[in-house]
């Protein structure tokens, strides 16, 4: 699910432009504003997108295993 949020967060009309400004853009102040912001960004994404992806890994080995959980 946070792997299609990502994707929609990314590809969104102004995620678009703040990327082009970050990257593409032909002033250097824009390119030095902007390029940090969007790394961290996008840093964050792809560490959301692992951790849910470590969660659903643990959760189906758990099953798999057949371990049950005592309340």
């Known amino acids: 699910m946070s792997t299609l ?3 929609v ?3 969104n009309p ?6 082009h400004a ?3 853009a032909n002033e ?4 030095n504003i902007w390029g940090p912001i969007v790394l961290t960004g996008m ?3 792809a560490l959301i997108v692992l951790l ?3 969660t659903r890994k643990f959760i189906i080995s758990r099953r798999l295993r ?3 959980i005592s309340s």
Do not use: K
Not at 14 to 19: E, G, H
């Open 66 to 68: 057949g371990t049950a």
């Open 43 to 45: 840093t964050i994404m």
């Open 52 to 54: 849910e992806w470590g």
């Open 28 to 31: 250097a102040l824009s390119r």
């Open 5 to 7: 949020l990502a994707a």
């Open 22 to 24: 970050a990257f593409f």
């Open 14 to 19: 102004l995620a678009i432009d703040v990327i």
């Open 9 to 11: 967060i990314a590809l």
